[in-house]
């Protein structure tokens, strides 16, 4: 009987799949490839139709049975360059494989896109889906109608599509459908022509009223602001906003005005036409000087010149609750390169008057001095010269409650008075910058600002050559500040004799966490170098580039891999690499069973090994997963799935990482917070593990035997020693 409902039920959606895209073969032939599917990789079979068992109710069955099979669900979704993932604990992410190199079989894609169907459409597990190009090009119908039937899908991200009339329609009539979307991104998509295409865009937006993050870039074909304006009104939950708006639009006021009258909408990022002049940006810093709801605001790819500057400095110094600033790909063009009409000439000569002397840092100095509000200000890179460096930095020491300048890249050829301005004005706890480009001679030189080069997450070193790598191997050993490197040569490959302080300071440094090394060496370099890493006990990053790995530095890295509790990123780019990465990857699949370490990879021509990839990506797949559960569980999740990755991978780098960044706390802070959880899961065990659902009580003894419940503390913990969640079987599973 149950086999009969289930054919009945398997007829009945292979009729509603072929209805929806005729291109299908026959319903008959869809039940019968579909009664037992077949992944594409040695006949792997996978159930199906496979429903949804995900429960908030049922101990035990919190977690969609799906979960057992998803190395061979990605096997099958792997031809439509699509991956499972699990980005939350028990939900499911639909994401873009970031290996291009997929072959092209059509039943084989056929199969993934149904499947794909089936799993938006029927599975209350999977909450964001980001569809590759293939499926949309191939069988668009199914991807529609599967949105279209999902209850549980909040992030929808889509890019590089053209729309025409039809696929316009079903794509936002299916947005339109999906109850509870709270995330969508639209990235380089293309209308053209037909005015109800875009309207259609603007409707599926506004029915939503559900929308908390809304991403519009690089969208074309609408080039009305009311268009965008109508749907963001609609959606009045609207916390963050990305926006790519043209500011010479004539009815750009009116995206001005909803920025006014928003009460919700907290994050704004503007993004606009490179190096052209931000024309028309007053009105947006007139309409942010009264706005009292945004704490974050972000500029990118914008040109600004002095009037500009002037402009965002006065909306800063006036804004009561902006805290955060950021620019990136931003040209800053204080003197125009092209002439100006004659009103703007005299705004020009007014600013630069009124500023005087140091009229190109003297804005930011105002805005952090007579600021309310600003808490962090972060460029991409830094246009200042010393003089006015020693300004800004003044005025962020001056100002208490400023927290934090952030450079995301510094070219400085003079990296010691860069370090000695810091130390002059006292600012290396307030100034942070990602990467610092810089000669490898001045690094050696500023050795004596060791408390300031603290500030300096990354070192980027371009301008190497044997002796100048002896020199700063020779500085690095003595130096406990350097957590990260960059290291390229201009000259010639790396010989044995170069390579060996390199290859002895890697095995030797206890502080450095990443290190990227892209230049050519020798055979003998190579395995120095490969030597001295499988020695090193704090590294999280690899990357290496250029270099060919025989098969005795592949087994030696993987040695390393397997043991390794730091090493979760790992990066190696080399052509013409085929045989080794082969071995690399079988030697991989062996030895990262039970490692909970690696969480990335990523190998040139891996895809040439579909196989043992797969298996190496399941892997990864579920170290991702541990993470996340684990930093759910520091978060206060009562999950047993999140305790007993806890248990697992609490040690994990990403661990601590997570958990600053979800929950805004600093490195001491999450530390703190990962041991009060394992206090925590130590007191609550009996609950965290299912046994009990409140407190855990022994029947009475009838003689003096004590008893589990009257152990003291310290007994306990000697018992924990002995015994895991993961040890408590579910009541299902018994």
């Known amino acids: 009987m149950a086999k009969r409902r289930s054919t009945a039920a398997l007829r009945s959606y292979a009729a509603h799949i072929k209805s929806v895209c005729p291109k299908l073969p026959a319903v008959s032939t869809l039940v019968r490839k579909f009664r037992s599917p077949e992944t594409g990789f040695q006949h792997h079979k996978i159930t199906f139709p496979l429903n949804c068992t995900a429960s908030d109710s049922k101990p035990g069955y919190e977690t969609c049975q799906i979960f057992q099979e998803l190395p061979r669900w990605n096997e099958l979704l792997w031809f439509v360059k699509l991956e499972l993932k699990e980005t939350s604990p028990r939900q499911l992410t639909v994401a873009p494989l970031p290996s291009p190199n997929v072959p092209t079989k059509r039943q084989e894609v056929q199969r993934a896109a149904v499947c794909l169907h089936w799993l938006l459409s029927q599975h209350r597990c999977v909450v964001s889906v980001e569809p590759h190009l293939r499926v949309l090009d191939n069988y668009p119908e199914l991807f529609w109608d599967a949105l279209k039937q999902s209850t549980s899908v909040r992030t929808i991200r889509l890019s590089n599509y053209e729309f025409d009339a039809e696929t316009a329609s079903r794509f936002f009539s299916a947005i339109s459908s999906v109850a509870g979307l709270e995330y969508v991104e639209l990235d380089r998509i293309e209308f053209s022509g037909d005015l109800k295409k875009k309207q259609c865009f603007t409707d599926s937006l506004k029915s939503l009223g559900s929308l908390k993050t809304l991403v519009l870039t690089n969208i074309y074909g609408i080039s009305k602001a009311e268009d965008v304006t109508e749907a963001l009104r609609a959606n009045p939950g609207l916390t963050e906003l990305t926006v790519d708006v043209d500011l010479e639009m004539d009815d750009i006021d009116s995206f001005y005005t909803f920025i006014s009258a928003s009460a919700s909408l907290t994050e704004l990022t503007i993004v606009g036409r490179g190096l052209q002049p931000a024309c028309g940006i007053e009105a947006l810093f007139e309409v942010l000087m009264d706005n009292g709801v945004l704490r974050k605001l972000r500029f990118k790819q914008f040109c600004f010149d002095l009037i500009d500057t002037t402009l965002l400095s006065d909306m800063l110094t006036a804004n009561a609750t902006l805290q955060e600033l950021s620019f990136s790909s931003c040209h800053w063009q204080f003197v125009p390169h092209w002439p100006m009409e004659n009103e703007r000439q005299v705004l020009f000569e007014n600013a630069k008057t009124r500023w005087g002397l140091w009229w ?375």
């Open 360 to 734: 190109r840092v003297d804005p930011f100095v105002s805005a952090i001095k007579n600021g309310v509000s600003l808490r962090r200000l972060e460029f991409d890179d830094n246009h200042f010269l010393d003089e006015e460096m020693w300004r800004l930095l003044g005025a962020v020491k001056e100002k208490d409650s400023f927290e934090e300048l952030r450079f995301g890249s510094l070219f400085r050829w003079s990296i010691i008075e860069f370090c000695h301005i810091m130390r002059n004005t006292g600012t290396s706890g307030k100034v942070a910058v990602d990467t610092c480009f810089s000669k490898s001679d001045l690094f050696v030189g500023a050795q004596e600002c060791a408390i300031e080069l603290n500030s300096i997450r990354r070192h980027s070193f371009y301008d190497l050559c044997p002796q100048r790598l002896q020199n700063l191997c020779s500085v690095l050993k003595t130096n406990d500040n350097i957590t990260a490197l960059e290291l390229a040569f201009n000259e010639g490959p790396v010989h044995e004799d170069y390579a060996l302080p390199l290859a002895n300071y890697l095995a030797s440094t206890t502080v450095l966490k990443e290190i990227d090394m892209g230049f050519d060496a020798t055979d003998e370099a190579v395995e120095l170098i490969i030597d001295g890493v499988s020695k090193n006990e704090s590294l999280e990053k690899l990357t290496i580039k250029e270099w060919y790995l025989h098969d005795v530095d592949v087994l030696n890295l993987c040695d390393w891999l397997e043991k390794s509790p730091k090493l979760y990123h790992l990066v190696w780019i080399c052509l013409y690499a085929r045989p080794v990465v082969s071995v690399l990857l079988s030697e991989l699949c062996k030895r990262l069973q039970y490692s909970y370490t690696l969480t990335c990879f990523c190998v040139d021509e891996s895809y040439q090994n579909e196989q043992n990839f797969q298996a190496v990506k399941h892997l990864l797949r579920r170290n991702v997963s541990l993470v996340e559960r684990a930093v759910h569980f520091i978060l206060g999740s009562r999950l047993k799935i999140c305790a007993t990755a806890f248990e697992l991978v609490s040690w994990h780098p990403l661990v601590l990482c997570r958990v600053q960044e979800l929950a805004s706390v600093s490195t001491s802070e999450a530390r703190e917070k990962i041991r009060e959880s394992s206090q925590r899961l130590n007191l609550d065990f009996w609950r965290l593990s299912g046994i009990v659902k409140e407190e855990f009580v022994c029947h009475k003894a009838k003689g003096l035997e004590l008893q589990i419940d009257q152990l003291g503390l310290d007994a306990w913990q000697e018992v924990r020693k002995f015994i895991t969640v993961a040890d408590i079987v579910d009541g299902s599973q018994a």
